[in-house]
Every structure is written in structure tokens, then in C-alpha cells.
């Protein structure tokens, strides 16, 4: 990416309407205002209806978050397509689906959007791959908003254009974009009730007959838990590190798959490792919208030179995905 076209990049990413920056923003940087959203995202309680734009798939989905006794607590749930609900209580996540649902055929039930980022945000290091900047004010939900753009250093990530509740920090709105602005996904509130009592059962999903559960954890993985990971990425681009590990079976064939996560603080993605089918699989490529699901043959495992599958899902461009995916190798314990 060139610098020179940076300001160019800015100024497209709001379509070059610039308002000025009150002080209660001026009064916070870049990075404090993502601070705050992430802090918004875990501490905050709130009840909303969103809709969620990825290719050519319009969701309308309900978020409900709160947090109980120090343990977060959110139930995701899609108002329109196939029943889905996703159940977070502290770092154990349940995906309930119904047979014959699409998202099955990953087999790996992930959630989707931004609450899944939500989940392993690290801003830290994000400067270090992204360029912030705060473009004024907007109105999002009858809420005022702040306005920043995050716009990618280098081509292995997408850029995200952010509007944030000027009270709370809460996202409101995102647009995610790529190096051209083209935009890949978008998200926006139409309505959000902050603070105020959550009860139970807006928390209790919904289960109905013959509903299928995955289960996957979150908890953070730290040197002690890496050591036991049994595959791992050659290669990943700048930035991003392993946010979480696990083994899980998959609903419809009870088979283990091995679960990788990586974030950078912002972009993530999720790497799948299973045995080969047994009718065999190719190399292949999908993408809707921002998301990309790139599938790989490798060889290695605990059985030696066998052929595993690797697929890697998340919102990255489809080169950097392939090069994540070719890169999986077996740890030797």
C-alpha cells in the first residue's frame, strides 16, 4: 500500500464529507475511542435488533448482552432464514441449529459479524496495522455517533469505517471494505436499549425439536495451552496471533476438528483441520461477501505423512487465506 494515497483512501472512506469533531471527541484519540467500543462490547448491557448485510445475504438478527456476577452473558439470535441461535456464557459458546441447515456445511458453526470479533478483541497492536482517524459525527439509531476509519497498512486485511455511540462507545454501525472501498459487509442497529434490567429470558435461547448444539471455547490461549495445540500456522500475516484453540465434533458426523482462532485486535479468522473425507476433497475457494472459505489437502498428523484437510474461514482476502491454509503443519509432541 502507498502512504501517498492515504489521505485519498481516508477521504473515500466517508465520501468526503467531513464535519467537525466535537470536543468530547477531540477530547479522546483514535484508539481510545476502540478502547472504549471494546469495553462498550464486554461491560455494557444492552438489548438490539441489527441488520447484517454479506453478499447477498440481508440477516436481521437480535443481540442481547449483560454481564452477571463478573460473567458475560449474550444470546445472538437470527430473526429471518434458517432458526440459528448463539448462546455465550463467559468463554463457552453454544450454536444451536436445526438439521438441514446450510451452515452445517462447514461443519464448523461459527458465529458471524462483529459480535464474533467481539469475542477476542486485543487492541494493543492495532496501530501497528492499521491507521486510525476520527471523521466527525453522524446519527445512527437516533443515537450520536462518532465516525472513524481504519484503513489496512498493508494488503493482507480489509479496512473497517466505524460509527460508535458517543455516550456508551458502542458500535452502532460498520462498514468493512477493501483496499478499492468496495463495501464487503455491512452492520447497523435500527433499534438498541442500553443499561437496564436483562432478564432471564431474554437470555434462554429457544430450542426446538431435533435442534442441533456445537459447542466451542473461547478461553484465551496462553503458553501453557499452546504447547498441547497439535497443528499450528507456519505463517500468518503480521499482527495476528492465536486467540483461542479447541477440538470439537462436528453436529452431523460426531468426527473430531480440530479448531484454530487468530485475530490481529480486529480481523479474524478460523482454522479447520479434520481427517480426510472419505470420498476425498480438492482445493476449493467460496466467498460471500467479506467472508472467504478457502479449503487445502496437507500431510502430516499424529499418523504421519496421511492427508489431513485444512479449511480456513474468516473475513481476509481469499490470497491471504490460501497462503494461511497451505501453511498448516502438524506439531510433533
Known sequence: MSFANLPVLLLSFFGGALIAVPAVAEERTPAQWLDMMNRGFLEASYDGIFSYFSGDDLSTMRVVHTVTNGVQRER??????????????????ECILRPGDEILALESSIPSGPFARAFSRAFEGVSDNYTLSLHGTDRVTNREAIRLAVVPRDAQRYGFRLWLDQETGLLLRSELVDMKGTKLEIFQFATLKVGGPISEQDLAPESGAGALTSHLSLEAAGPAERRKVSWHAEWVPDGFTMASWDIRRTPSSLKSVDTLMYSDGLAAFSVFIEDMPESGANALVSRSGATVAVSEVVM???????HHLVTVVGEIPTATAQRIAQSIRYISQ
Do not use: K
Open 76 to 93: 445472538l439470535v437470527h430473526l429471518n432464514g434458517a432458526p440459528r441461535e448463539i448462546v455465550r456464557t463467559g468463554d463457552e459458546v
Open 300 to 306: 502430516g498428523g499424529p499418523q504421519g505423512a496421511v
